[in-house]
């Protein structure tokens, strides 16, 4: 089995290529496998395209003119791609349909974890992603420095829940922000069980949450369409939120605006932060990394060298950014 990294982890096994997350149009010839639906993940490809199905709902639903040839995966099934390498696709516990690839070279004896965007921990709608061991880890590493530590999301559900409900009494408009994919939802479900409220939502946001409801789930949400009156709670995309909005949503709704966003990253845009993502936080990975218990680690996304540092120093397990087959490939 060969690896070689351009913008995306490219694998060559038996005369069959194999693409995962890749981000441009390339060899018609090699497989796509695509981790979850985040528009920074995918590319519009007429290539044998795999993922999971709630993935090809959330694709369908979000790219336009789809040229994708998709196969269906399923979580816990193994596949064969060739004579000698078995896939196996995993729950990432990221957002709805996310996806880990665990692969069996039967050949040379190795497996391989390639985790995509991942998060270990149970959220109130997803299962967290549980490590298996293998020889070779290719490991998301987006909050791999020490200063992000992530508290435990369900008190910080409660602690958050109580201050609302005494802002909902003072007829305040609550805003809270996410991601529309996936933190939106959660934002959603939160909202319904903590609160016992139907939100309105923004147009993205709505059509996302009615892709999770065909699979499954429960979402309680009404359209934003000039309907202030029908809901003091307001979930938006976290791009949207700055000073100008605020005060446009407390000029058109006549309320006094209280406004949260819900992310890992260290920013409040004129909020107030809540720190609660869907990836892993920098002890999560370690722990991640120490169960898998690989015999090299490539290490993508965000802080991909020192994170590979901290793994040779605390774990002593050889790990490299995964540039390094950039340069010359294995």
């Known amino acids: 089995m060969q690896f070689n990294f351009t913008n995306f982890l490219e694998i060559k096994k038996d005369s069959k290529k194999i693409n995962i ?25 007429p290539q044998k395209t ?17 040229r994708f040839d998709f196969f269906e995966l399923e979580y816990d099934k193994k596949i064969k791609i060739t004579d000698n390498l078995i896939l196996e696709t ?25 985790t995509g965007d991942f998060n270990r921990h149970s959220t109130l709608l997803l299962k967290g992603a549980k490590p298996i061991t293998a ?17 435990n999301r369900n008190s910080i559900y409660y602690s958050l829940a109580k201050k609302i409900k005494n802002e909902l009494l003072e007829n305040k408009l609550i805003i809270l922000a996410g ?37 499954g789930y429960n979402l309680k949400f009404e359209l934003l369409d000039h309907n202030f009156s029908l809901s003091n709670i307001l979930i938006l995309p976290l791009s949207l939120i700055n000073r100008d909005l605020l005060n446009s949503l407390r000029l058109q ?10 992310t890992g990253w260290n920013y409040s845009r004129s909020s ?26 490539y290490t993508m996304h965000g802080f ?26 294995l």
């Open 135 to 151: 020889d070779i880890l290719f490991l998301e590493t987006t909050f791999g420095k020490p200063e992000f530590i992530f508290k």
């Open 179 to 215: 991601y529309s994919l996936g933190k939106n939802q959660e934002i959603i479900c939160f909202v319904n069980n903590f609160l016992d409220v139907t939100p309105l939502v923004d147009r993205k946001t709505y059509d996302f949450s009615k892709v999770y409801n065909q699979n």
């Open 253 to 262: 709704s006549g309320k006094n605006i209280c406004s949260y966003v819900m």
């Open 21 to 45: 997350d890749q981000t441009r149009v390339c060899n018609l010839d090699a497989f796509s496998f695509i981790t979850h639906a985040h528009s920074d993940h995918v590319c519009n490809t």
């Open 90 to 114: 995993l729950n990432a516990g990221h957002i709805l349909g996310s996806s880990m690839f665990y692969f069996q070279d039967l050949k040379n004896g190795k497996d391989i974890l390639y």
């Open 272 to 297: 107030n932060l809540i720190n609660i993502s869907d990836h892993c936080d920098h002890n999560s990975l370690l722990d991640f990394v120490d169960e898998v218990n690989p015999k090299v680690v």
């Open 304 to 329: 991909s060298k020192s994170f590979a540092k901290s793994i040779t120093t605390r774990l002593g397990i050889n790990a490299y950014p995964i540039n390094i087959l950039r340069e010359k490939g």
């Open 50 to 66: 795999f993922a999971t199905k709630e993935t090809i709902d959330l694709l369908n639903l979000s790219i336009k003119n789809s």
